[in-house]
């Protein structure tokens, strides 16, 4: 471990040495424990603040009455679980490419998390489709492409928990989603590819939002809350994941009092 | 403040089962997930 950054000093300069010393799972253990306190306390901030401002700031919609309240964790989850498979399929690609262990164990830590927004998601846009378009569920363009991402992560989990060989489960589970990856512009270009039933996007980077302010603080606080929600999650089951696959090492026996 | 008491807020303006259905969901996919990561990390320490 020390002999390997101490060479790399030679060759890179400060800072990516120092990324390159977090890269092994022993360094990144206790970082992450310190990082996942920061963003549980930060979710916890921001999931607080985004649910004042969602009941009791946010005025009523004109339209849609009280339901359109929905938003503040449909849009929060569905970016979310767009989100998180994008950076999944990142540390993926980046295991493969480097072969770091670390990756693959980021990949496999993301990958429930983003599982439940994706059901999130889906679950609140049923709720909130039957009083706005009188069905539970359409077999539109925008839900469709969803339900695929839910079954990406459920393939992702069972394939690469059905490999006993972590680094080749890595591998595969990567293939898997780094091909996925596909989906996920399909999903968000999906309102304007197709005539959906859903509506386009409320929030853009080239349009001024069609909502009001009060509404748009809230949803992009709960956003924020389900952010900073993932990151403590991922790091919390990361550290487990360290733990289970190193558990023959030294520094874990050394942890758990055995020697 | 929207609500005139804490029955007008729980009704949500008739749309209660959509908003709380959606609300409370969320909150049990989190508690599940929270509980599940506490189970797991407590597993990993001991080695089991």
């Known amino acids: ?259 | 403040m929207n609500w005139g008491s804490l029955h007008e807020f729980l009704a949500m303006g008739g749309y209660a089962l959509y908003v709380w259905g959606s609300y409370a969901v969320t909150a049990l996919c989190i508690g599940l997930e929270l509980w599940l990561l506490a189970r797991r990390a407590r597993r990993a320490r001991s080695g089991t």
């Open chain 1, 1 to 259: 471990m020390t002999i390997d950054s101490d060479s790399l000093d030679d060759e890179t300069s400060g800072r990516g040495s120092a990324l390159l010393r977090f890269a092994a799972p022993q360094a990144f253990f206790p970082l992450a424990g310190r990082m996942l306190a920061w963003f549980g306390a930060l979710a916890a901030a921001f999931a607080a603040a985004g649910l004042y401002v969602s009941f009791f700031v946010a005025p009523t919609d004109a339209q849609q009455g009280e339901s359109y309240r929905i938003i503040f964790i449909h849009v929060a989850a569905a970016w979310m679980s767009m989100f998180l498979y994008v950076v999944m399929a990142g540390w993926a690609a980046l295991g493969l490419v480097l072969s770091t262990r670390l990756s693959g164990m980021m990949a496999s830590a993301i990958a429930p998390t983003g599982a439940m927004f994706t059901f999130i998601a889906l679950w609140s846009g049923a709720l909130w489709g039957k009083p706005t378009w009188g069905a539970w569920w359409v077999w539109d363009a925008r839900l469709t492409s969803e339900l695929i991402l839910l079954f990406l992560y459920f393939g992702f989990i069972a394939l690469t928990s059905a490999i006993d060989d972590p680094r080749r489960a890595d591998r595969a589970g990567a293939v898997l989603a780094i091909v996925g990856v596909i989906n996920v512009p399909i999903i968000y270009f999906s309102v304007k590819w197709w005539n959906t039933l859903h509506q386009g996007a409320s929030v853009s980077l080239t349009q001024a939002p069609s909502m009001a302010a009060t509404m748009l603080t809230g949803m992009l606080l709960m956003a924020l809350a389900a952010w900073m929600y993932s990151f403590a999650a991922a790091l919390w089951r990361v550290r487990s994941i360290i733990l289970e696959r190193e558990r023959d090492a030294d520094w874990v026996r050394g942890l758990r009092g055995v020697q």
